[in-house]
């Protein structure tokens, strides 16, 4: 069978909705849009234009809907999941992947954050869903598409031991960056999770005493070490896993994560997986000249980050080392 007769053709979940303890799922309409933007978020923007999803009403369905019909699509073969620890590289290196045509690159879709901190699915629910999406999101929509690769939250981290029970074979990659230079980059435009409150804190593992006592600046440095502690722990108790290190350069993080992942690609594709990286991760126009951050030094304890870092790149030289 192939999709493209399928009334579900080009349509994907991308928002769920808890309402009086029930739970939906709204649908959007892709046309002929490839996930090629930064962000997951601003494809679904993109399409937002069609005539199918300018009417007044939305498509939902209801959560076993969504796992019937999953099973009627072909889907691409899942590659792997990248975590990371953000400004890292990471949407440097979904760019690059986006750019072949193999590729279905999927970067940080709410609809799988919302699935893994919904209170009202089981485990074994939330196993079933998360299979389910992703078999939507990867729908073989292009005859040249083999490859379906995830790059999750920040966060998702603490998630590693579950994901790694919902998919036992996958290859996982943890992506990671000197301490100082996330946190400027977080200086300049601060993301969500690095701001107390947004978030809830329990979601870092971060107890209601640390915050009582902890600076608003220190608090996005205290993120960042449950990060590094989470690559550290998953990564001690995971064979099928790879760290990746931003620092040593973006062609060797690349070069490093499609060895990993054991796909093979034609010159043209890798041509264009390695042109990308001279570009601006966020502008495909702009060349990239590296990070430009202020002189003056961050009002932060590094102490532990250090610690922490240090103990990634040492991490990082076993795994090279191999």
């Known amino acids: 069978m192939e999709n493209i007769h399928h009334p579900l ?7 769920l909705v808890e309402k009086d ?5 709204e649908w959007i309409y892709l046309g002929d849009l490839k996930y090629v933007e930064p962000f997951f978020d601003e494809t679904i923007l993109k399409c937002l234009s069609h005539e199918y999803n300018s009417k007044a009403f939305k498509i939902i369905s209801t959560v076993e809907n969504l796992i019937e019909w999953s099973e ?15 400004r890292c590289g990471s949407t440097m290196l979904s760019q690059s992947l986006a750019t072949s045509s193999e590729n279905i690159m999927i970067s940080e879709a709410p609809i799988i954050d919302q699935i893994l901190r ?15 999406v992703l078999k939507l999101l990867g729908q073989k929509r292009f005859p040249e598409q083999q490859h379906l690769i995830i790059k999750l939250d920040a966060w998702h981290i603490f998630k590693a031991p579950y994901l790694r029970f919902v998919f036992p074979q996958i290859p996982f990659a ?9 946190l400027k980059s977080h200086q300049k435009k601060m993301g969500m999770h690095m ?7 329990n979601v870092f593992g971060i107890s209601a005493k640390e915050m009582e006592e902890i600076s608003f600046q220190q608090y996005g440095a205290l993120v960042l070490e449950k990060y590094f502690q989470g690559f550290l722990d998953f990564y001690e108790e995971d064979k099928n896993v790879t760290i990746l290190n931003y620092n040593e350069g973006m062609k060797q993080v690349v070069e490093q994560f499609l060895t990993f992942i054991n796909a093979n690609y034609s010159n043209n594709e890798l041509d264009k997986m390695y042109d990308r990286l001279q570009k601006h991760s ?16 961050l ?11 240090d103990k990634l790149n040492n991490k990082f030289l076993e795994y090279s080392d191999r």
């Open 21 to 25: 303890n029930q739970v939906y799922f």
């Open 118 to 132: 919904s209170d009202l699915f089981s485990l074994g629910k939330k196993e079933v869903l998360i299979k389910a």
């Open 299 to 309: 009002q932060i304890d590094f102490e532990t980050l250090t610690i922490l870092h």
């Open 9 to 15: 053709f080009n349509w994907i979940p991308n928002n």
């Open 282 to 297: 966020k502008n495909e126009n702009a060349d990239f000249t590296g990070d430009a951050f202020k002189e003056e030094s």
């Open 72 to 86: 009627e699509l072909i889907s691409v073969e899942l590659k792997s999941l990248v975590f990371h620890v953000s």
């Open 174 to 182: 943890l992506l990671y960056r000197n301490p100082t230079e996330v």
């Open 195 to 201: 701001v107390p409150n947004v978030l809830p804190a």
